[in-house]
């Protein structure tokens, strides 16, 4: 009789901790609004880099993908309001978001760069202290709630920090000159470029690594809920074979044209 | 053209701002209508001062007229409204959780707004019946029911429609602000497009254009509804 | 709790901000407001049609679509780059909402003063009219002091709802309270608590704003609570007391 129930309460704790994956469903929250990471068009149809992560992960799992868009800022306490099982948006890893939810190993790397116009006094800067004494006054575009903003928010407390909702937002400001510079990813920021809205502007030649500062976070990751260990573990044993098998690489490739992927440890 | 006039032509936009139009109108109706539930519960509530409800009411009131609509909708959207989506799944519409959660949110947050607005109009207009009609209503020991359902209810609506059409102009603008929270409604869509174009000019303008066409539109309709009452109370 | 430490400054910070801009608002808004009422009033009938068009199309449409055409949508149009001052109002986001916020505003108060001014009785008006008094002897007088003891509820009502626009100036980049309160939000995530403290402020301000506008009412009414008390000035001839 023991073992009966025993058995029972254990079938029932397996099953609502394997719920999600049982429902043959990954819903995943991106932002749609981050090129070249994460982009949806009027219908919902999500593309980029993160949609390709996605893709891979639930192929490897063996569920089907669903994706929801969400404002950046949003992402964390709608993953935590259980709207959706994972993050997948460019979200860099850092304490203070770690103490709100989990992450799966880190899976890519950022490239933090500031965007400048072409011959202003912070184009020519090339070493990061000059560059951070530089910012003095100066009004920088930055998203709300991303890395980007609470880096300059600690390192560059006497710049006219300009928060956005979202990067196109901040670039259409960079363009009409109300903002003398933005920071953001490298390849965000290389994609406003390579429009035509950006031929007037470059990079600022001076790459922050996040190992320059704890606020800049230890790499990207996918966000679980606290108590979703279960899944988190599934997604780290993905995440690794699909990064040593080079299928992260190749998603990289084709939207960074550079492999940005990290081997997992 | 410097303006992108034919991008949002070409791109298929003019189908996208419809759809966003049709759902800021049902957001808003909605809206309204629990908002006039709640307002004519509440505005009935302070208006027979039901203690201690109606200091409840008045808090309500206070509250959500003190306070800027753009936090209560953040507030109730970032707050992890997670028994919206338990409750939107006990309901078995699991599939329509994801999409009609932003749905629900942003009618539970105009509707409050609205209703405490409601409130205010209904209260005022059951002020404004003359005692004397309840009093003789009540000297012919008619039930509270019927004194209701024939005396009081057909004034407060009739009074109370100028009042309403007020509410209803708030309630449609308000709409617009939801749409920092991600709902495909008008203000989003035309918020997409001019991002992802790069020409919010077109794209706003647009967009007020068609918020100026429902509330002309709503204001003739309420002006007749006006007139057509005012005929038949002339009797 | 340190959350509190941590917020409270950082939010009053936003307050200054908020109240800077009701204030340049509303000071633009009311004498823009007022000029539009009196365009709306007048005989001519071209003024008389752009005012009404004016209030319609700005009461029509959602303050946060204006305030985005005015930012996003004017930064585009190269006119109002070239021209410096222009620019100067639409680059940066305090000054963009400003406009916006008193141009709404505008709208709302002619509509509000209209209404304040044709309350007042045509008898006072025919009186003065025959006691020789110039149209703006009459105006400063007798119109506008009545019109504004009718119009103070209507228009205290109207003040509240700029106090509550300025909050839409945080999606243009302004911190204000709304703006400190998202940024805070995003860093600490402690949502629920943020927004409550944020939202205290807006009560204590709009309450303050009640009050004041409260006991401007009861200074410009206090004749009728003199009258009331049955206190009036003693005739010198004796003749009865009113």
């Keep these: 009789m023991k073992m009966k129930v025993l058995s029972l309460l254990a079938l029932l704790a397996a099953s609502t901790g394997s719920a999600l994956a049982a429902a043959g469903e990954l819903s995943i929250g991106t932002e749609g609004a981050y090129p070249p990471w994460s982009m949806s068009d009027a219908n919902g149809n999500v593309t980029g880099f993160d949609a390709d992560v996605g893709a891979l992960i639930c192929t490897k799992l063996e569920v089907k993908c669903h994706f929801v868009v969400q404002a950046f800022d949003g992402l964390i306490p709608a993953l935590k309001a259980k709207r959706f099982d994972v993050i997948i948006s460019g979200m860099s890893i850092t304490a203070d978001r770690k103490k709100e939810i989990n992450f799966s190993v880190g899976y890519a790397e950022l490239a933090n760069m500031f965007v400048a116009p072409k011959g202003s006094d912070l184009a020519g800067v090339t070493d990061i202290d000059t560059l951070l004494k530089s910012l003095t006054g100066k009004k920088v575009g930055v998203q709300a709630g991303t890395t980007h903003a609470h880096f300059l928010e600690k390192r560059a407390p006497d710049a006219d920090l300009k928060t956005y909702d979202t990067l196109d937002q901040m670039q259409i400001d960079l363009a009409s000159g109300r903002i003398d510079a933005a920071f953001a990813d490298q390849s965000a920021l290389q994609d406003f470029l390579d429009k035509p809205d950006g031929k007037n502007f470059q990079l600022v030649n001076v790459k922050i690594k996040s190992t320059f500062d704890p606020t800049l976070g230890e790499g990207l990751g996918v966000g679980i809920a606290k108590e979703n260990t279960e899944l988190k573990a599934k997604i780290d044993k993905a995440l690794c074979e699909l990064v040593s098998d080079g299928s992260v690489g190749k998603a990289s490739q084709k939207w960074f044209k550079t492999d940005i992927s990290r081997p997992c440890n | 053209m410097e303006f992108g006039l034919w991008q949002v032509w070409d791109a298929g936009w003019v189908t996208a701002i419809l759809r966003g139009a049709a759902v800021t109108i049902s957001v808003g109706l909605l809206s309204m209508v629990a908002g006039l539930l709640i307002g004519i519960v509440c505005g009935l509530i302070k208006w027979a001062r039901i203690f201690p409800l109606s200091l409840l009411v008045d808090g309500y009131t206070s509250l959500v007229r003190g306070v800027p609509e753009l936090l209560v909708i953040y507030l109730l959207f970032f707050s992890s409204v997670e028994f919206v989506t338990k409750v939107i799944t006990a309901f078995g519409y699991a599939g329509l959780a994801q999409s009609g959660y932003a749905f629900v949110i942003a009618v539970i947050a105009i509707g409050t707004i609205s209703g405490a607005y409601s409130t205010e109009v209904i209260r005022g207009a059951l002020a404004s019946i003359p005692s004397g009609h309840i009093e003789a209503a009540r000297a012919l020991g008619l039930p509270g029911s019927r004194i209701f359902h024939r005396i009081i209810a057909p004034q407060m609506l009739r009074i109370a429609v100028p009042g309403i059409n007020n509410v209803w102009q708030t309630t449609i603008k308000d709409t617009a602000l939801v749409s920092v929270v991600g709902l495909q409604e008008l203000m989003r869509i035309s918020y997409i497009g001019a991002n992802s174009t790069r020409h919010p000019f077109v794209f706003y303008l647009i967009a007020a254009v068609v918020y100026l066409v429902i509330t002309l539109v709503s204001q003739a309709g309420f002006d007749g509804i006006e007139r057509l009452l005012r005929l038949r109370a002339r009797r | ?242």
């Design chain 3, 1 to 242: 709790m340190e959350l509190i430490q941590l917020a409270v400054p950082v939010l009053l910070k936003g307050l200054w901000v908020t109240a800077a801009l009701t204030l340049v608002s509303v000071l633009i808004g009311f004498n823009l407001g007022l000029g539009l009422a009196l365009m709306r009033l007048s005989s001519n009938r071209f003024w008389a049609g752009f005012a009404r068009y004016y209030s319609n199309v700005f009461r029509g449409t959602p303050l946060l679509v204006q305030i985005f055409i005015f930012y996003y949508g004017l930064g585009e149009v190269s006119l109002i780059k070239d021209n410096a001052l222009l620019w100067w109002v639409i680059s940066d986001g305090s000054r963009c909402a400003v406009l916006a916020l008193a141009l709404n505003t505008a709208a709302y108060t002619s509509e509000i003063l209209r209404g304040g001014l044709m309350s007042v009785p045509t008898g006072l008006v025919e009186a003065a009219q025959a006691c020789g008094m110039s149209r703006i002897l009459r105006f400063r007088r007798i119109e506008f002091p009545l019109a504004i003891r009718q119009a103070l509820p209507a228009y205290g009502n109207e003040l509240i709802l700029v106090v509550k626009g300025t909050s839409l100036a945080s999606t243009i980049t302004v911190l204000e309270i709304t703006g400190y309160a998202k940024r805070l939000m995003s860093q600490t995530f402690a949502i629920f608590e943020i927004f409550a403290i944020a939202g205290i402020l807006y009560l204590v301000v709009n309450l303050l704003l009640i009050a004041i506008v409260r006991s401007i009412e009861r200074y410009l009414m206090r004749h009728e609570a003199q009258a009331r008390q049955g206190i009036s000035t003693p005739r010198v001839d004796g003749s009865a007391v009113v």
